[in-house]
């Protein structure tokens, strides 16, 4: 914690939510997306291209024992798209672009072959991660709480109801010690460095939700200081996540930005089938809030967007841009940028045509 008053800026740390086949991942993406407690413009969740973003303000809302602590840590930019293959996929410089993980395990159904792959995944890449143990709500005889934190809706649960959680709950932490994790139940750990936590939600209900995202919080803060530390004014460093025919503006990019600012008029250099491509910025674009979808324009025009966000960039020449590969904003030597979008792309055994 001493470290943070030295540090100017931390970014938004990105999170992709893996776990097995219908134990509930998509469910907890939406909750959190309909979670939008907080009307003020700066505390609201908003969609980005690709993401949604949680600001600290609206995690302070939802959470009272937070409203106290202080925290560096932004918000929380959630990647819509779940699952392993989103995760392996989507690289920053040699890495996940994801910052930190979920993973989502059924109470009723425990561990299964993907909740497994997923954490040999992130053991790999060393990713910090937090376990949701999900769909308490449906823990026979569950007295539902909506949207309250675990420990006071599990005070509200009977003997028989407290027990079956605890047996649960030392079976998932007896599977992840066989697997290496040291865990425990969050509102137990002391440190976020060295233990992982597990929080009891529910999607459905909402009941444990806070407590999720204010532990990924405490995980950013004590754990990921130093690697989320950035410098705001240096050149734009992103992901592209699909290249997409847009009416109007023709091929687009929607891009996850995780390191500097990303503005209109800049050069970038990205990955095409022709080889490394040099262009400029036309436009930025964000979606337009929910009540506002019905009007002609579903995208509003900024100038520009600092990471971590989920941006649509229109430019020149994007038909042919392989998806998955790197956006560098160019400041200086370019050749030096290009030799490293080729290595990225190598990494993922992609080679360009020299040009
Ligand atoms: P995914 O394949 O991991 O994305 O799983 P989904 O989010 O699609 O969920 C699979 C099924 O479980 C759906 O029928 C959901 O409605 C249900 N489900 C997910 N989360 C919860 C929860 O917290 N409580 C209950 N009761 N059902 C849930």
Redesign the pocket.
Known sequence: MAKSAKIAKIRTPIVCVL??????????LDRIRGSSVVSSEAGAITQHIGATLVPIEAIRAMSTSMQKIPVTVPGLLFIDT?GHHAFTTLRARGGALADMAIV?VDINEGFQPQTIEALQILRGCKTPFVVAL?????VHGWRVVENAPFLTTFAQQNERIQEFMETRHYEIVGKLSDLGFNCERFDRVQDFARNIAIVP?????GEGIADLLMVMIGLAQRYMEQSLAMSVDGPGCGTVLEVKEERGLGPTLDVILYDGTLSVGDEIMLASEDGVITTKVRSLLKPRPMKEILTEERFERVKSVVAASGVKVAAPNLDRVIAGSPLRGVRGDREAVATQIRQEMEEIHVKLVED
Not at 19 to 28: A, N, P, R, Y
Not at 134 to 138: A, S
Not at 201 to 205: E, P, R
């Open positions: 776990g097995h086949v219908d134990h509930g991942k998509t469910s907890l779940p989502v999900t769909k308490i709500d449906r939600i529910s999607a459905h209900t």
